[in-house]
C-alpha cells in the first residue's frame, strides 16, 4: 500500500536550495514520461503538461524528499503532477483561455480507433474520469492505491472508474471489451 | 484487443519531448549556479555586526537628558511649593515688617 504526502517525506536540503549533480539526472529521465503523461491527462493540453513536469522537477530538486522504495518515489512524482494539474486547471487564468487554447488532441468522434483515437477519448472524459482510467489501465495502480494518489475516497474512484469506462466505450463505439 | 491494451498502447505514444528534458535540466543547471553564486555573496557580504555601543551610548544619553529634565522639573515644583504654599498662616509682608523692626529695635547698650 502508498502512503505518501506530498510534504511528507522527509527533506534532506533546505527548501530553495538546488543543489543537482550529474547523478541525480537520472531521476528526470527515468520519471519524465510518467510525470508527462499524468499531467497532460489531467490538462489535456501539451504546453501545459510541458510546464508542470518542468514544474514537479524543479519542486523535486528543491525539496529532495527521500523515499522508502521506487514505487514510492514514483507515487510521489504522480502525485505533485496531478495536483499541480488541478491546480492549473483550477485557476483563473485557465478558465478564461479559449478552447482554441486547449485543442491539442484530436476529435474523439472521428470514429477511428488508432491510438490517437483512444488517446483523445480518454482526454475528453470528465478530468476526475481520465485521471482513474490513466492511473489504473496504465500504470496499474489499485482503486486504493488511487484514492491515496489523488487523494480521494476509495469508493468514490471505483465510481469514477466505471462511469469513465462505460463512457469511453461509448466513446470508442462499443467496440472495446 | 481490449480496452487496457488499447490506452496502453495510446499512452505509449505520450513521451516527454527531447527538448522538455533538455529544458528541465538547463533549468535546473541554472538554478543551481545561481543559487551558489548567491550563497557566495551571503558568505562574502556578512552582515553588518549591531553597533551595541553606540546604541548603548545614545540610551545612557537619553536617559541622562531624561533624569536632567526631570530632576529641574522636580527642583521648580518643590521653589513654587515653597513660595505658594497657601496653608502658611504668615503673610509675606509680615515677614519683612517683623525683620525691619527686629533691626530697628535692637537693644541699645
Known sequence: MLTMNESEPSRRHD????????????????????????????????????DITQEVFLKYFQTRPSFRSEAHEKAWFLRVAVNMGKNLVRSP????????????????????????GVLAAVLS????????????????????????????????????????????????????? | MSLRDEIRRAYDDVKAPDELTERIKRDLYQKDISDDAEQETFLVEEAPRPAVGRYLA???????????????????????VNELNPRSSVPIETVAVTEETTETTAPAE
Open chain 1, 15 to 50: 527548501i530553495g536550495a538546488i543543489h543537482v549533480s550529474g547523478g541525480s539526472y537520472a531521476v528526470i529521465d527515468r520519471y519524465k514520461d510518467a510525470v508527462y503523461r499524468a499531467a497532460l491527462t489531467v490538462t489535456g493540453c501539451r504546453a501545459d503538461a510541458e
Open chain 1, 93 to 116: 487564468w485557465h478558465r478564461r483561455r479559449t478552447d482554441a487554447d486547449l485543442t491539442v488532441i484530436p476529435d474523439p468522434g472521428s470514429g477511428e480507433t488508432s491510438s490517437s
Open chain 1, 125 to 177: 472524459l470528465p478530468e476526475k474520469y481520465r485521471v482513474a482510467i490513466y492511473l489504473y489501465y496504465y500504470e496499474g495502480y489499485t482503486a486504493r492505491e488511487i484514492a491515496e494518489i489523488t487523494g480521494r475516497s476509495e469508493a468514490a474512484v471505483a465510481q469514477h472508474l466505471s462511469r469513465g469506462r462505460a463512457k469511453l466505450r461509448k466513446l470508442l463505439g462499443g467496440d472495446a471489451s
Open chain 2, 58 to 80: 545614545f540610551i545612557a544619553a537619553s536617559v541622562m537628558l531624561c533624569a536632567g529634565f526631570g530632576y529641574a522639573a522636580w527642583r521648580g515644583m518643590q521653589d513654587n
